[in-house]
T-cell receptor, first 111, second 114 residues
């Protein structure tokens, strides 16, 4: 069983719509959760981190965490063509310093 | 100008050759990581180091070696034992303390075996 699983997509949404990206993880001991954005040919950049159950909002981005269901999601409101990228979900367990990544979801925002 | 510098950005290697990828950081971060990314796949951990002169194998360490002689530097050697080394290699660091529990990535090095 993979540590982190994402729907690889691709996901296409029209400009201005809400994009919803999902991620599940296998270890209930995980405590830290991250969403990274990766443009083609570039390195990942951090968008959001979330550590507690519930929602965390930052501009057009909202991360949602449900530890009971072992589920993390990222909502992108008012999607823009510049949001077109691969989104990587990452999880860090409570012990140790290893981060585990999903395979990423490719998002295309259509103008 | 703080950050993580990876070099070279692009590297071509003939089969049977060892190559070393450089990763230097001036963020004063203790932990450093090497990940490999193949097309359509996520990041897979090769090695990581939490302090100078100490490092641990990740999930795909075979065919790779590292050293951590200085806090600022964590070079990765791709040896001839690595059977399929063509990939995008990413170096990352993590700071200390509860407010720095995130990975920061360098720009990456793309290795192609001819």
């Amino acid at each position: 069983q993979k540590e982190v699983e994402q729907n690889s997509g691709p996901l296409s949404v029209p400009e201005g719509a809400i994009a919803s990206l999902n991620c599940t993880y296998s270890d209930r001991g995980s405590q830290s959760f991250f969403w990274y954005r990766q443009y083609s040919g570039k390195s990942p950049e951090l968008i959001m981190s979330i550590y507690s159950n519930g929602d965390k909002e930052d501009g057009r981005f909202t991360a949602q965490l449900n530890k009971a269901s072992q589920y993390v999601s990222l909502l992108i409101r008012d999607s823009q063509p510049s949001d077109s990228a691969t989104y990587l979900c990452a999880v860090k367990k409570n012990t140790g310093n290893q981060f585990y990544f999903g395979t990423g979801t490719s998002l295309t925002v259509i103008p | 100008d703080g950050g993580i510098t990876q070099s070279p950005k692009y590297l071509f290697r003939k089969e049977g050759q060892n190559v070393t990828l450089s990763c230097e950081q001036n963020l004063n971060h203790d932990a450093m990581y090497w990940y490999r990314q193949d097309p359509g796949q996520g990041l897979r951990l090769i090695y990581y180091s939490q302090i100078v002169n100490d490092f641990q194998k990740g999930d795909i360490a075979e065919g790779y070696s590292v050293s951590r002689e200085k806090k600022e530097s964590f070079p990765l050697t791709v040896t001839s034992a690595q059977k399929n080394p063509t990939a995008f290699y990413l170096c990352a660091t993590k700071g200390q303390g509860s407010g720095a529990n995130v990975l920061t990535f360098g720009a990456g090095s793309r290795l192609t075996v001819l």
